[in-house]
């Protein structure tokens, strides 16, 4: 078997050192709270459930430990928290206090406003979505976003009738471009710059 020079050795074992030291220092993802209710009691609720929370993990899964799940809604509906768009940030963050989030994201889908268009030749339909939003930085102890998106998308038809569920999905698919922009420039750019 051959020697190795003692140069090489040294390498080696700053190899193994430095491999060592990256692997201790990765930082875990900061974790995410996604409370999520839908609100729009329709017989699709599944399909906008759906499409708001794949559109959720897509854009957030990258950079973010996210955690979703119904023990994090059920702690806010224990303080009497069941209308996400009127909970305030420190009630919100004072009942996730000890789960050790660094961001909060809340966010429900609104019954939708359903309007019938008619013409001569064509029968249509308008829906609004309405999804309040919030991003709450925990370590900040601020919001970085507290608004809502309205979206309206409309369909008509030159024979028989436009679906709802077509026109609601894509309504939400506009607000899910609102919540991606958020997420983008509010979450995940300033890290970057850090």
Do not use: H
Not at 8 to 19: D, E, F, G, I, P
Not at 52 to 74: A, H, T
């Amino acid at each position: 078997m051959k020697r190795m020079s003692p140069a090489r050795s040294l390498l080696m074992v700053l190899a193994l050192l430095c491999a060592a030291v990256s692997a201790t220092l990765a930082a875990p993802l900061p974790r995410v709270a996604v409370i999520y209710a839908n609100n729009a009691k329709t017989t699709y609720d599944d399909a906008l459930d759906n499409c708001v929370l794949k559109n959720l993990d897509e854009v957030l899964s990258p950079k973010f430990e996210v955690v979703r799940s119904g023990d994090v809604f059920q702690k806010l509906a224990d303080r009497g928290m069941t209308d996400l768009a009127m909970a305030e940030r420190r009630d919100i963050m004072d009942a996730l206090a000890g789960d050790e989030f660094d961001y909060i994201i809340c966010l429900s889908v609104e019954p939708f406003q359903r309007k019938e268009k008619f013409s001569v030749f064509t029968q249509g339909i308008e829906m609004t979505a309405t999804v309040p939003f919030k991003v709450i930085d925990v370590n900040g102890d601020r919001y970085i976003y507290n608004g809502k998106f309205v979206e309206l998308q409309s369909d008509s038809t030159w024979v028989g009738s436009v679906g709802n569920k077509s026109v609601a999905i894509e309504a939400l698919q506009k607000v899910n471009k609102g919540i991606n922009k958020v997420i983008k420039e509010k979450m995940i750019e300033p890290k970057a710059g850090k």
